[in-house]
């Protein structure tokens, strides 16, 4: 028992965390290797992230200041709870600023801030094999990955372009860590696939897959692509109508019954920043007047 | 019998201890060269602070420890077994190893993974007098462009490196400070 009372310290018992404590270091050991670990029950459904919600946990020290977004937002129900779990389980101060962050555990997005050395990012991931949609067979793919056999991938890849003209993976699209492991990484919009080359520390939690992966600091993440079709991050041909930011992930927004729409930074600390140093959107100055 | 001894040294809030103990040791693992301050564990001789700070954090009844000649004495044995519960095995099956980098040779005497499974492989912690961000020339991720460690055997850990995506890993500890070089580290001459 801890000073945190009625429960271990964040949540899980120490041998577990000491199993997922040893499957991150080799996760980092071997960047992109997905690693096998034994995924512990949690109080929250399986989708709601709990293979990170137990990365976030064998991480946490009391002095952290934790954020945790959903999509690139702090206040959807999933990101609230996971939030206040921690804050109840390991007593850490919890943030919706990037900058002032030290661990942030994300569903689907990585945020436009660039993290800087020591700040961490879990990623809950639901499936953690790229292959897994070309081979159902673990046994399989575990080969493919121990002989580097990624030519199906690649086939998949341009069976797309050569139906669509284009590779039409928006999410998930895979990467390839220090050129050796073919990496998938989670379901984020392949916009943010650049900024995984990063000073942080990323980290990759599966529940239900029971795996755990992760990238180092400034570890070479390069998107499949080929000479002819080179990768393209893709982003909406817009400016944020709330920040007037160019160069970040948007949404889109219905606005009113007559189908009006707008475009959104996904994520909201971010736009939040920018328009309280001043940016201003398309649409900004109508909804500070209100 | 030295069971009084070797009830002491171990954390006090083993939580919040082994906590801080494993972001130590995350940071060091994520960026090889990078030399971070430890505390909490007050291990018997010739066990150091880190070492004994890595051990406690890290090992329990499912990790079989091999102690390096260096290290195998009735006292350490004792304080281990006290404190984690690990079993003690032959370098063949050992999860973790611990001792001297001498003592310790030859490297090829632990398991260094399959390659579905790289990481069933050892990781070594490696008790040394001092750490310094000196001599070899440490590469890859983790690495901005280059870190310096003063390396044990930066050619025997250079021909670990060349095994990737197998090989072992290795903790390095002195005093109360720990650093890491993984096996995805790459080593030139300076
Ligand atoms: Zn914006």
């Known amino acids: ?290 | 019998m030295s069971t009084i001894a070797a009830m002491k040294g171990g954390f006090n809030d083993p939580a919040v201890d082994a906590a801080h103990g494993f972001r130590a040791l995350l940071n060091a693992m994520a960026m090889p060269g990078a030399i971070n301050d430890v505390t909490g564990a007050v291990p018997v001789a010739p066990l150091s602070v880190a070492a004994g700070v890595a051990i406690l954090t890290l090992c329990d009844p499912e990790t079989p420890v091999y102690l390096a000649p260096s290290h195998d004495t009735d006292a350490v044995r004792d304080w281990i077994t006290f404190h984690t519960g690990a079993p003690f095995v032959g370098p063949s099956h050992a999860a973790f190893a611990i001792g001297t980098w001498e003592a310790l040779m030859p490297l090829d005497q632990f398991p260094i993974g399959t390659p579905e499974y790289p990481d069933r492989s050892t990781t070594l912690i490696v008790e040394m007098d001092a750490l310094a961000q000196t001599g070899a020339t440490l590469r890859g991720p983790g690495i901005r462009e280059t870190a310096q460690l003063n390396l044990p055997d930066a050619g025997a850990m250079a021909d670990n490196a060349a095994l990737f995506p197998l090989g072992v890993d290795f903790i390095l500890t002195a005093g109360a400070q720990v650093a890491a070089l993984p096996r995805s580290t790459k080593i030139g001459e300076r």
């Not at chain 1, 949609?133 to 086939?155: D, Q």
């Open chain 1, 1 to 290: 028992m801890t000073q945190s009372g009625q429960y271990n310290f964040a949540y899980l018992d120490e041998q577990t965390k000491r199993m997922i404590r040893r499957a991150l270091l080799k996760g980092l050991a071997i960047p992109g290797y997905q690693v096998p670990f034994a995924s512990r029950e949690m109080p929250m459904p399986y989708g709601w992230g709990t293979g990170g919600v137990q990365v976030t946990a064998a991480c946490l020290v009391p002095e952290d200041c934790l954020k945790v977004i959903d999509q690139g937002a702090d206040d959807t129900t999933n990101a609230v709870s996971i939030r206040k779990f921690f804050q109840r389980t390991a007593g850490v101060d919890v943030t919706e600023q990037t900058t002032a962050s030290t661990v942030i555990q994300t569903r689907h997005r990585i945020p436009e801030t660039p993290l800087r050395e020591g700040q961490i990012l879990v990623y809950q991931v639901p499936i953690p094999e790229p292959l897994r949609f070309i081979e159902p067979r673990e046994t399989e793919t575990r080969k493919m990955h121990a002989l580097a056999e990624y030519g199906l991938m690649h086939v998949k890849l341009y069976e797309d372009i050569a139906r669509h003209g284009a590779i039409s993976t928006a999410y998930a699209y895979p990467v390839s860590v220090e050129g050796r492991y073919v990496m998938d990484p989670s379901p984020i919009p392949k916009f943010d696939n650049p900024k995984m080359e990063m000073a942080g520390i990323q980290l990759f939690g599966a529940g239900r897959e029971q795996r755990i992966y992760a990238l180092p600091p400034y570890t070479r993440v390069v998107s499949l692509d080929f000479e002819d079709y080179p990768f393209d991050p893709m982003r909406a041909e817009h400016p944020c109508d709330m920040c007037g930011a160019e160069d970040t992930y948007l949404d889109e927004v219905i606005i009113d019954d007559a189908g009006g729409r707008m475009f959104v930074c996904s994520d909201t600390d971010h736009c939040t920043a920018r328009r309280a140093a001043g940016h201003r959107g398309r649409l900004a100055a109508t909804e500070d007047a209100a």
